[in-house]
């Protein structure tokens, strides 16, 4: 039987989860702003897929939650970057009595959260994503690498909507505990992502230099530890070895694990720029970096943990962002960034 989705927002994640499912005959409804309204009636979905070109005109679009006066939905699907919750969350909590079940595909660990807060804890499904979509406008995207998604919790129709993701091909997996693949996914998303935009270099480059491929690796084992220290455990996701990952991390010395860790990312990355860089050189004035490398650093506060690399790079790219630190800072100069990230790391100890 075919279902009734809304998505929030036409980007990359919301168009390719949204396109499957009209593809497989389902009824989707996007939730946009105002002005990209009509250029996606006339133009429609477009997705390509290996040689597969799709273009589909079966979804509709809206930019008012009234919406939901009018409509009945099966789910819906928060595929927004991290950074715009807090702007939609007064409206959902509005019109909480009206929402369905609410799939958050937003990076990081804490949207669930704020959202179970707000709307009710069984109102919430945790969600992640790691096939690589890439955004060429609203509304069209390439899939670059096909992985799948991942969905948790204990939702009454949580196996109801695995079936239809699958149906749908979107290969979705399901994870007993929440905490598990959302802080997996987050150990991804730093990988290359931070480093690359404020040196202004690609993933393959970072990995490439012995002293920045040193600092990732503190990066993610800053994050392990975390999570270590709260019992939660890494998982593979659907087209990642996570486990594997966090395995050559903590054991293999930096002579085997560059290779390893380089090869890995220039299959998932190579050239290509990471979100954090599109954000800071759009100009959008916005970053998920506070809800990734920020979330480590929160994490250890709370445990007294130390993580002054994920501080470094947090507060510097949200400087480079607020303007406070020039653009061209650390631009294709490593051994500049490597030198205040030292003096960063001496002065964090001796605050301690």
């Known amino acids: 039987m075919n279902k009734s989705f809304l998505v929030f927002g036409a980007g990359a994640i919301g168009t390719f989860i949204g396109a499957s ?4 005959g389902h009824q989707v409804t996007f939730l946009e702003k105002e002005a990209d309204i009509s250029s996606l009636q006339q133009r429609g979905l477009q997705m390509s897929r290996g040689d597969e070109k799709f273009q589909l005109f079966g979804a509709e ?3 008012g939650f009234d919406i939901l006066d009018r409509k009945n939905f099966d789910l819906a699907i928060l595929a927004l970057k991290t950074y715009h919750l807090d702007s939609i969350l007064p409206e959902l909590i509005r019109r909480k009595d009206q929402l369905p079940p609410l799939l958050c595909l937003q990076n990081g660990i804490d949207s669930e959260k704020k959202l179970a807060d707000a709307l009710g804890v069984g109102s919430v499904i945790p969600g992640t994503v790691t096939s690589a979509v890439d955004r060429l406008d609203k509304g069209k995207i390439i899939l670059q690498k096909s992985r799948g998604m991942g969905i948790a919790g204990n939702h009454s129709q949580l196996k109801d909507f695995q079936d239809l993701f699958n149906q749908a091909g979107l290969n979705c997996w ?18 290359g992502n931070a480093s690359s935009a404020i040196l202004n270099l690609p993933p393959s480059a970072i990995y490439a230099h012995p002293g920045l491929f040193q600092m990732e690796l503190e990066q993610i084992r800053e994050g392990l530890e975390v999570m270590r220290k709260q019992r939660i455990p890494a998982v593979n996701l659907p087209g990642v070895p996570v486990r594997l990952l ?4 903590r054991c293999l010395p930096a002579s085997l694990s560059q290779p390893l860790l380089s090869r890995l990312i220039g299959g998932g990355r190579g050239e290509k720029m990471p979100s954090f860089h599109i954000d800071l050189y759009s100009g959008r004035g916005n970053s998920e970096v506070g809800d990734l490398n920020g979330a480590v650093v929160r994490a250890g506060d709370q445990l007294g943990i130390s993580t002054p690399v994920n501080h470094f790079l947090t507060s510097c790219l949200l400087g480079l962002i607020a303007g406070e630190i020039p653009l061209n800072r650390y631009q294709d100069l490593p051994d500049l960034f490597l030198k205040d990230l030292k003096s960063f790391k001496a002065d964090r100890s001796l605050n301690r």
């Open 21 to 24: 499912l009209v593809l497989q």
């Open 246 to 249: 966090a395995a050559v991390v």
């Open 61 to 63: 679009f809206c930019s």
């Open 174 to 191: 399901v994870y007993p505990r929440a905490e598990a693949m959302k802080w997996s996914k987050l150990l991804i998303n730093l990988l």
